[in-house]
């Protein structure tokens, strides 16, 4: 789809989320049990640094209120990042001449499909906006093969010069709240306990990793409040914000959706996030 075409598009969406209930009560706050408005909580997560936004990947619905999220924050003159699971931090370059026009899409699409397994459409949305605003998206993510070698021997079997491929000073401690919490994020994956202690310590080495590079980013470009995209366990409290929340003092809230059996209206509390999108 040519830009012209899919600004167009996004115009039409965004104008039909108005009128769907986008900025309606549509919100869970968590901490009090109260339904509030859209806007009111961006009105709330502009006094923060990071806003963590969860996802389900393959769901449409979930990236167009991430847009929503940017687009609103954007309109109130926050200088701003979009931080991405999406992206290895080593695709850096790359994702700086997309935001500067300088990479037309046929150029792009081969480093995106590199990085993302899903279809551009679910995303292209976001990429598109922020090349047109000229907001910062920065590579969160760590090599594929890294991860899947932790979660299939564990993160002793890296080699040092695996390590150095992550962020310095990367450890690997999983304690049992973390198991448990990755227990109630990954509920779907049945592992014998060897497997799914190894299956933590990938999980805890991506959170780490991404973490620290959104805290080296955000020191370098202070004054700047970063969206995060990630998977929803990835974003949960215990994911990625309490990694950032040991490297740094930055402030942050958590959005979440609705997901069947994990983010429930009646279940989810302050340690899992601080407001939820409400269908």
């Known amino acids: 789809m040519k830009k012209s075409l899919l600004s ?24 009090d049990g109260k339904i509030i408005t859209f806007n009111q909580m961006i009105e709330e997560v502009k006094k923060v640094n990071i806003v963590f936004f969860g996802e389900i990947h393959d769901s449409i619905e979930h990236h ?17 990042s979009v ?20 990479l037309s899409l046929e150029q792009f699409l081969p480093a995106y499909y590199d990085n993302w397994h899903m279809p551009w459409s679910f995303y292209g949305h976001i990429f598109w906006y922020s090349r047109d605003h000229e907001i910062p998206l920065i590579g969160l993510n760590i090599p594929d093969e890294i991860a899947k070698k932790v979660a299939h021997d564990g993160f002793a079997s890296l080699t040092e010069q695996e390590k150095k491929r992550l962020p310095t000073g990367i450890s690997c401690n999983v304690d049992a709240t973390y198991m448990e919490f990755i227990r109630k994020a990954y509920s779907d994956h049945s592992l014998k306990e060897r497997q799914f202690a190894n299956f933590c310590e990938a999980q805890l080495v991506w959170d780490k990793s ?23 366990g990835h974003a949960w409290k215990r994911g990625m914000p309490d990694q950032v929340a040991t490297e740094s003092k930055y402030t942050y809230r958590v959005i979440l959706p609705l997901v069947p059996g994990q983010i429930e209206k009646e279940t989810v509390s302050t340690k899992d996030a601080d407001y939820v999108l409400l269908e």
């Open 64 to 80: 167009e209120a991430e847009l929503a999220v940017i687009r609103a924050l954007h309109e109130s003159d926050i200088p701003m």
């Open 210 to 232: 991404m973490a620290r590079h959104l805290v080296e980013y955000l020191k370098k470009n202070r004054g700047r409040t970063a969206v995060v995209l990630a998977g929803v």
């Open 83 to 102: 931080g991405l699971e999406m992206f290895r931090s080593d695709s850096q370059d790359t994702l700086d001449s997309w935001v500067r026009g300088k």
């Open 8 to 31: 167009v598009f996004i115009l039409l969406f965004l104008c039909f989320a108005a009128q769907s209930g986008v900025s309606g009560e549509n919100v869970l706050r968590v901490r």
